[in-house]
């Protein structure tokens, strides 16, 4: 919370002052260590004065006010019955203030995400009732992008929408076509063509935004153990080390 992480730049301000009261250099010397230390920079980033002090705990205040605001116009909409499009709109002023505030420095908060989530569910349940698109509804719920992803992008208008969906389609369809083949597979070649497709098609969807499943990448790390012992049985160094490559790849 802003007063908490206050409170502690308080804290640090009144002990170095008292350790250089008492002109210790040894003292003064650890004290600094451990206020730059990692852990005190992940908890708070230290301002250099008091009124940059001052300035970041506004500019935390305000981002809350501003997220909160954000957060009730949406409710009062879904409560008057607004159209998808204007809960479509507030949901994106909801992402913006999310995005504000984590850009300030302030700590997501797991309200904040809760707010984020309702928000859109608001307006994906308001797109429904409109009958607009289900399909829409489903893939923006499957891939959990409002809930986890800071920079959510709401697709602008139906057009968008429907193309972002059929693209995350597309995406999955690619990606259970090598999954479903992948038992099957026998030989170095033909395992090796299988993960550099697989590596592929979760690369593209990725830079979709669509959220990859757990076993998709535990299938992929299988074919890649599976295909670097068939390289070492084959005894060919030169395939073995481009399979060391695409393998280090992936796994990044």
Do not use: Y
């Not at 499009?85 to 420095?105: I, M, N, P, Q, R």
């Not at 989530?117 to 307006?123: F, I, K, L, Y």
């Not at 992803?149 to 429907?162: K, M, R």
């Not at 395939?239 to 790849?249: I, K, N, P, R, T």
């Amino acid at each position: 919370r802003p007063t908490w992480k206050s409170t502690l730049v308080q804290e640090m301000d009144h002990w170095l002052k008292a350790l250089i009261a008492a002109g210790r250099a040894e003292g003064l010397t650890s004290g600094l260590e451990a206020i730059s230390s990692k852990e005190a920079a992940a908890l708070c980033a230290l301002p250099e004065t008091l009124q940059e002090s001052e300035a970041v705990l506004r500019a935390w205040e305000s981002a809350e006010v501003s997220l909160q605001q954000a957060h009730v116009r949406i409710e009062r909409a879904a409560s008057e019955g607004a159209e998808g499009g204007e809960l479509g709109s507030l949901a994106t002023s909801c992402c913006e203030a999310f995005t504000v505030a984590t850009s300030a420095g302030l700590k997501e908060m797991p309200q904040w995400k809760r707010r984020l989530g309702n928000a859109h569910d608001q307006w994906l349940n308001q797109v429904i009732r409109e009958g607009v698109s289900r399909e829409l509804s489903r893939a923006l719920q499957r891939t959990d992008s409002a809930r986890d992803t800071l920079n959510f992008d709401v697709p602008c208008g139906q057009h968008a929408a429907n193309r972002a969906l059929a693209k995350w389609e597309a995406c999955e369809a690619a990606i259970d076509d090598v999954v479903q083949t992948s038992s099957a597979l026998e030989g170095a070649n033909a395992v090796g063509e299988a993960v550099s497709r697989l590596h592929a098609a979760l690369k593209e969807a990725a830079s979709a935004g669509l959220r990859l499943a757990v076993q998709t990448k535990e299938v992929l790390s299988e074919m890649c153990s599976v295909w670097l012992t068939s390289l070492v049985s084959d005894g060919n160094a030169d395939a073995l080390q481009h399979g060391f490559q695409a393998v280090d790849e992936a796994c990044e």
